[in-house]
């Protein structure tokens, strides 16, 4: 009974947070995860047709816009990238790795660079399992500072 109620929870509270069922919620986090193993594998485009699909069930997550603007910078098509770091801020204005990358990518541009030459790795978190904005704030200058003088 304890399991049914807590699944019971689990589903009030994502409905309440994302107006989603349980069940679309899922689905978009499938679609996100799927995603995220593309992008890690730098297979761009395709992580962002999956990303889009994710967004299309549940467009609340900053994370997909984030590394969703990750993707279009690693293919030079900045404006894209911009507009969706911009929609990952405005989602959360603390979503720090979206902060941070929009400023990598402003930074890249502005020496006349790639995103892909200043960022060859594509170097990814789990956001919510690494850092929590109260806990452990990335040190965004210090960070930024470092990446760029490389």
Request: net charge negative.
């Amino acid at each position: 009974m304890e399991a049914k109620d807590l699944l019971g929870d689990f589903e009030k509270i994502t409905y309440k947070e994302t107006g989603l069922e349980l069940n679309d919620y899922i689905a978009s986090l499938k679609k996100f995860n799927h995603a995220f193993d593309l992008m890690e594998n730098r297979q761009w485009k395709k992580a962002i047709a999956g990303y889009k699909e994710g967004i299309a069930i549940n467009s609340t997550p900053p994370p997909a816009f984030g590394n969703m603007a990750l993707c279009y910078a690693h293919l030079n098509e900045n404006k894209k990238a911009m507009e969706a770091f911009d929609k990952a801020i405005a989602l959360d204005p603390t979503y720090e790795p979206a902060v941070i990358n929009k400023e990598i990518l402003k930074r890249t541009i502005a020496i006349g660079q790639t995103f892909s030459e200043t960022q060859p790795h594509a170097k990814t978190i789990e956001y919510m399992k690494d850092y929590s904005v109260e806990e452990n704030k990335l040190l965004m200058h210090e960070y930024l500072d470092d990446e760029m003088n490389k």
